[in-house]
């Protein structure tokens, strides 16, 4: 991850210091890569040209080698060109209207299986935000790889209120290795997922 994520960048933390790298092109890099939460602290939301022209070169520097070396604070983008790893499926529509972005704080719901893992062959639940008297769900931001590959994606295509039916492929959840001793290696996983709203 470490390696495709600094090939990511057009600079080095020392080129973009230097003259050839415009203060426009600085600004209007972090503002197509960054999360929300770290161009608003920054300042940096509005208008590419007028955010240049008020900034000065040594924060905008800062701010960009701050994105090169902190994963967490760049947005994740799903290749097309790469087959998803999970299906979707919706069993409620939402709003079509509140889509989550990368970075947003989302209310979610959830109950996870194991395809087939019981003993009888159904699905064996291993996790839920419902404790059978009451639904807590969990709140986190979204596509900051806070939560499971397959989770961080799907939300992005979800709107308030819709509930969707998630398999997703051990490459887009916990891998080779699982998640001793709940998640066995290799597992494919089934949730049901209920976006609840943004915060």
Do not use: C
């Not at 701010?63 to 604070?73: A, G, K, M, R």
């Not at 990368?102 to 087939?116: A, M, R």
């Not at 051990?170 to 949730?191: Q, S």
């Amino acid at each position: 991850f470490s390696a495709a994520y600094r090939m990511s960048f057009p600079w080095t933390a020392e080129e973009a210091g230097g003259e050839a790298v415009s203060k426009f092109d600085l600004v209007k890099f972090m503002q197509e890569n960054a999360i929300p939460d770290f161009l608003a602290v920054n300042g940096l939301v509005g208008n590419p040209r007028e955010v240049a022209k008020k900034a000065k070169r040594g924060p905008l520097v800062t701010w960009y080698t701050e994105l090169l070396n902190s994963p967490s604070l760049v947005i994740q983008k799903v290749d097309p060109n790469v087959p998803k790893k999970w299906t979707k499926s919706v069993t409620k529509k939402g709003d079509k209207v509140n889509f989550p972005k990368p970075g947003t704080k989302v209310k979610v719901s959830y109950t996870g299986w194991l395809p087939g893992a019981a003993p009888d062959g159904t699905d064996l639940q291993f996790d839920s935000s419902n404790n059978g008297k009451k639904d807590v769900p969990i709140v986190f931001n979204a596509g900051k790889g806070n939560v499971i590959q397959g989770w961080d994606e799907a939300l992005m295509e979800m709107s308030v209120g819709e509930t969707a039916i998630l398999t997703i492929e051990p490459e887009a959840a916990y891998g080779a290795k699982g998640k001793p001793p709940v998640i066995p290696e290799n597992a494919t996983l089934k949730f049901e997922l209920t976006l609840v709203g943004l915060l």
